[in-house]
């Protein structure tokens, strides 16, 4: 028999679940694109996703998944042959890195492994080894999707300060934006990329760089840069189709306002304290299933370290494969993959899985995932330590 029958929870880190008030801001007829509520309504989106990252200072939005703001931030940021220092902390920091290679970016990277955070102490010794400041920006997660680490943004920046070199700070944000804390002005980030997918809860097709006036600046002389990724006329643009390179995408853009109205009418503290708390109740009931299983474990052992929108966690091959196929089928709930942890030809890749809070997420829907688990961990023996649910629920209760 199956339980799935009913509203699906699409639990993994991107797409995120989508609020019907998203959705049904975007069902309507064409909107005319050359004048009129359109101009209006977008006019009201700079500020507001100002606030979402922080900044005071100019965003540019792309018709673009994750990959295509990675490529706009590269493009605007570098010149062929110019150096990049790419901080690697999982699998997304090597996208990142990938993406400015094939650009003709020489890339330098540091590789931190797939369970601890970037070490500011080798940041600053990588500078402190380029005292011809070949090194033109570092590039960083905030959380990396794969692995789960969140990375200390300010103490990177001051890691650069120390040294007193000029490096521009480059973050994804993809997936903890309006997730887990992140001030761009106040931590020192002078680039900041986002997409819509994940804590905006918006669908996949619109893509942000933020830029400080730094950044724009010391990057007006980038050959990468070609008509279509060039940041300046989307931020700066005197006309409406300029801010976009061409038509505006509109419906995702109805969505992003009804999502920005979602986000700020809570406010952004209560969003990342919810997101806190969520992740708690989830490290939580690992925690006590690692407690009878010691191959149950979560990937980052320091909370500090760890994303508030996605778990990373491991359960000893082929059980995360098995516990995922079971909450699909059986219970209508769909749990991430391993990513980047070990090749999907690997037997060992059935031994990873994440859990998305990320976005329109509350309390019944990580409880109900957490008990849909424990319910597979039960029909499928997997040895599991007991009281996971109870702990869970404690904690939330706590929070809330
Ligand atoms: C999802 C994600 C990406 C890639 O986004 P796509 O839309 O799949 O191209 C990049 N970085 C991070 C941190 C992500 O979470």
């Known amino acids: 028999m199956s339980l799935a029958h009913g509203r699906p929870y699409l639990a993994i880190p991107g797409p995120s679940a989508m609020p019907d008030r998203v959705l049904n801001a975007m069902h309507r007829a064409a909107p005319n694109i050359y004048e009129g509520a359109l101009h209006e309504m977008v006019a ?9 990252a922080g900044t005071e200072h100019q965003v540019a939005l792309y018709i673009a998944n994750g990959h295509g703001a990675w490529e706009a931030a590269n493009a605007n940021l570098f010149s062929r042959g110019d150096r990049a220092l790419v901080l690697a902390t999982g699998r997304f920091g090597h996208g990142w890195a990938e993406s400015a290679r094939a650009l003709g970016v020489d890339v330098q990277l540091i590789d931190f492994g797939r369970a601890a955070p970037a070490d500011p102490a080798r940041l600053e010794e990588a500078l402190r080894a380029d005292p011809g400041h070949r090194i033109k920006a570092v590039l960083v997660t905030h959380v990396d999707t794969a692995t789960s680490i969140r990375n200390d943004v300010a103490a990177l ?4 300060d120390a040294v007193g070199h000029p490096a521009l700070l480059a973050v994804d944000c993809i ?16 680039v900041t990329v986002g997409a819509s997918q994940k804590g905006l809860m918006t669908p996949p097709g619109l893509g942000f760089v933020w830029y400080s006036d730094r950044a724009l600046e010391r990057c007006r002389a980038s050959d990468l840069r070609t008509p279509y990724w060039d940041w300046t006329p989307r931020s700066f643009g005197t006309e409406f189709w300029q801010h976009f390179c061409g038509t505006a995408p509109t419906h995702h853009l109805y969505g992003l306002r009804a999502a920005l109205d979602m986000i700020l009418d809570e406010g952004l503290p209560a969003v990342w304290a919810r997101h806190e708390a969520l992740a708690r109740a989830v490290w939580t009931a690992f925690d006590h299933w690692g407690a009878g299983n010691p191959e149950i474990a979560l990937n980052v052992a320091d909370a500090a370290c760890r994303g508030r929108s996605v778990t990373a966690a491991r359960m000893g091959a082929p059980h995360a494969t ?7 089928t ?11 942890m070990a090749l999907p030809s690997e037997p060992a890749y059935h031994g990873f899985l994440r859990v998305a809070h990320m976005g329109h ?3 019944h829907m990580t409880l109900g995932a957490l008990a849909v688990m424990e319910a597979g961990l039960a029909a499928l023996e997997i040895p599991h330590g007991e009281g996971a649910l109870a702990a869970a629920a404690a904690s939330l209760g706590a929070a809330a």
């Open 44 to 52: 009201s989106l700079w500020p507001d996703l100002k606030r979402i």
């Open 175 to 190: 997936a903890s934006l309006a997730c887990d804390e992140y001030r761009m002005d106040e931590w020192g980030a002078d």
């Open 330 to 340: 059986r219970a209508g709930v769909t749990l991430g993959i391993g990513l980047g």
């Open 361 to 363: 997420v509350n309390a």
């Open 322 to 328: 098995r516990l995922r196929e079971w909450t699909e």
């Open 157 to 160: 920046r001051a890691a650069i």
